[in-house]
């Protein structure tokens, strides 16, 4: 008999049995769900046998991992659909990603949005066959005779690029491919499936080897699931904040700066409102603003660790026969201001914040609008402070964070991210901070999860993931605490002993990229943003010339109090006027004046998305607005 060991701690004596046998064995409804399982520790299909005791994992329908093995399996069954209608295509890789799957072919030519539809079409043809996926070993041997055979030359190289002598080779239908696994029980179980896009995509991604054609697709066990899929991206695209972007008139990247966000007026006014209530919290919160330099020589990076651990993405440049480095963090700056004074256990916490310029190299195709820039303004903060205040610092931070995130109406779930592969310290140092992140996020009773290896190479830190209006999740602030960089920079304070300690640092940036979180913003909002926030908060509207003056006067008394406020005195028809401040300009507040308004000193009151209005006298409009402008935490 062998034993097995189910994840809750239950044990099941069986004899040798398949993974979908042993799912049977526990409910008939939960081998119906079962399409993988790892076996002690490795993944393994449903046709796998148990022949050896150990512990068992079985991966359902409704699990991420399931889902994986669906797209994985709809990536092959969309490669044999190619290779049928297709027949000269070479084939090269096809995972599962994030949120569907790709496949990359060398075609003789590049497929239309006509390719994709009788792609997808002779994909759901071989979904109703039901093929059964099933898996063989073969030799090195056996598997180059094979694809040589067929004139399959990627997957030659990919067989001499891997190490061992026998290969895990699966079949469905008349396509067979070199993989892993793990794939489904048949092509059946994938129930929805749709063609994405297709794109140029390097072999390898290497822009020295032949450009090759990439198709993109999703998959989902029910067409529910699907259709609700595909109504997210439609939403995304309507959101997609570089259309908004532009529509609006926030931003552009030039082509003589890829990376390098331009901002116009409005986006101006969006970034500095902002930093204003960034400014006005933190003064609450006692920290002190400073400037730092945008490059400083390469000795100073050499004693971070940034020349050493995050070289290739820095920018730098020869001035009086030295190196100096653009920075791509404020950190070592903040450091050089604190080494500047003499301090004591009196002066701390010292919290020190700044909004940095930053540069950092990004390639090219990696770059997407705001979102993924080579230059940014990071809104950082470093405390430094005691060993035994590090807890009560770490909540404040926490607290902060929390009551901003909430203001933009987004909920977030942390994550502890813990020493990566590249780090720089002992592991009595890291253990320490980790367990210290830990401690406080348990008192402050947040639920978390691990992200091992996902720690700055200095620190662990706390992640903050928020959610969006279309339920996207973003990383954006970060907790870093770090005990590193201190002792790397011989930094100190004198304790209650009158002898020499070194501080603690916590790194900390609460929007994390000022461009980037306003990408998120932009497409968070759809681009109409509350009054408080946005760019232009009224627009007021003549319906002739004779309300002219009345309309400008109150423009100017609107701006004398500090609105951000548009005039329109067009001879344009009302109506068209109102569908481009709505529609096209997303203005919250739109103010028509007629000759009722000029007569009873009055403004007909209009809000974005809505067709109602009101009429109401000047002074409590005004009244009304200020208050809502004025935000309160």
């Not at 496949?103 to 006509?114: I, L, S, V």
């Not at 759901?124 to 093929?131: C, D, E, F, G, S």
């Not at 004139?151 to 008349?174: R, W």
Request: net charge negative; proline share 3%.
């Amino acid at each position: 008999m062998l034993e097995i060991m189910l994840p809750d701690g239950a044990k099941k004596e069986i004899e040798s049995m398949s993974v979908i046998e042993f799912a049977k064995s526990i409910s008939p409804s939960l081998a119906k769900k079962t399409v993988g399982a790892v076996f002690n520790g490795t993944n393994v299909d449903t046709s796998y046998v148990i022949n050896e005791s150990g512990n068992i994992e079985l991966i359902t329908t409704d699990t991420k991992e399931g889902l994986f093995i669906l797209r994985h399996s709809a990536a092959h069954v969309m490669a044999e659909a190619v290779m049928n209608l297709f027949p000269n295509t070479k084939v090269t890789i096809g995972p599962a990603i994030e949120n569907g799957f790709y496949y990359d072919f060398d075609t003789e030519r590049p497929f239309t949005e006509e390719d994709l539809v009788k792609i997808e079409a002779e994909m759901k043809r071989l979904i109703k066959l039901n093929y059964k996926f099933t898996r063989e070993v073969w030799s090195r041997e056996e598997a180059r005779k094979y694809f040589e055979k067929l004139g399959q030359n990627y997957k030659v190289e990919i067989l001499d690029s891997l190490e061992g002598d026998d290969f895990s080779i699966y079949t469905q239908g008349e396509f067979t491919d070199l993989c892993r696994g793990t794939h489904l029980p048949s092509t059946g179980y994938i129930k929805a499936v749709k063609l994405l896009n297709s794109a140029g995509a390097y072999w390898r991604g290497d822009s020295n080897n032949k450009m090759l054609q990439r198709i993109y697709g999703t998959a989902f066990y029910t067409q529910a699931e699907l259709e609700e899929y595909v109504r997210q991206v439609e939403e995304a695209e309507r959101r997609d904040h570089r259309k908004l972007g532009k529509q609006l008139n926030l931003f552009f990247i030039d082509d003589h700066g890829p990376g390098f966000p331009f901002f116009m007026p409005k986006g101006t006014r969006l970034f500095n409102r902002l930093q204003e209530l960034w400014r006005i919290e933190h003064n609450k919160q006692a920290y002190d603003e400073i400037r730092t330099p945008i490059m400083l020589d390469k000795e100073l990076w050499e004693i971070s660790g940034h020349w050493f651990n995050y070289r290739e993405n820095m920018y730098t440049s020869e001035i009086d026969e030295k190196v100096y480095a653009i920075k791509p963090m404020n950190c070592p700056g903040s450091i050089i201001a604190y080494k500047n004074n003499l301090h004591s256990y009196k002066d701390l916490p010292l919290k020190y914040a700044e909004m940095g310029h930053v540069h950092r190299h990004e390639f090219s195709g990696a770059l997407h609008g705001l979102m993924r820039v080579r230059a940014f303004t990071q809104d950082d903060a470093h405390v430094f402070c005691t060993p035994d205040q590090i807890k009560d610092q770490i909540k404040e931070i926490v607290t902060l964070y929390d009551k901003y995130y909430r203001l933009f109406g987004f909920d977030f779930h942390v994550e502890l991210s813990t020493k990566p592969e590249k780090a720089v310290g002992s592991a009595e140092v890291w253990e320490k901070s980790e367990k210290a992140l830990e401690e406080t996020l348990k008192e402050l009773g947040i639920d978390y999860k691990i992200n091992p290896g996902d720690g700055a190479f200095y620190g662990p830190k706390i992640d903050f993931k928020m959610k969006d209006s279309i339920g996207r999740i973003w990383q954006t602030g970060t907790i870093q605490l770090d005990m590193n960089l201190p002792k790397r920079f011989e930094m100190s304070y004198i304790g209650k002993d009158g002898e020499k300690h070194e501080p603690v640092m916590i790194h900390r940036a609460m929007f994390g990229s000022m461009e980037r979180f306003m990408g998120i913003l932009i497409e968070h909002y759809a681009g109409a943003f509350p009054v408080w926030l946005a760019p232009t908060q009224v627009k007021i509207m003549t319906i002739s010339q004779e309300q002219k003056e009345f309309a400008e006067n109150l423009y100017k008394r609107l701006l004398h109090l500090g609105v951000n406020v548009e005039l329109d005195t067009r001879d344009e028809k009302i109506s068209y006027k109102i569908r481009e401040a709505n529609s096209v300009e997303k203005i919250p507040v739109q103010l028509v004046i007629g000759k009722s308004e000029v007569e009873n000193n009055s403004v007909n009151v209009r809000r974005f998305g809505s067709t109602d209005s009101e009429s109401i006298n000047v002074d409590k409009f005004i009244e009304n607005l200020l208050e809502e402008i004025n935000i309160k935490f």
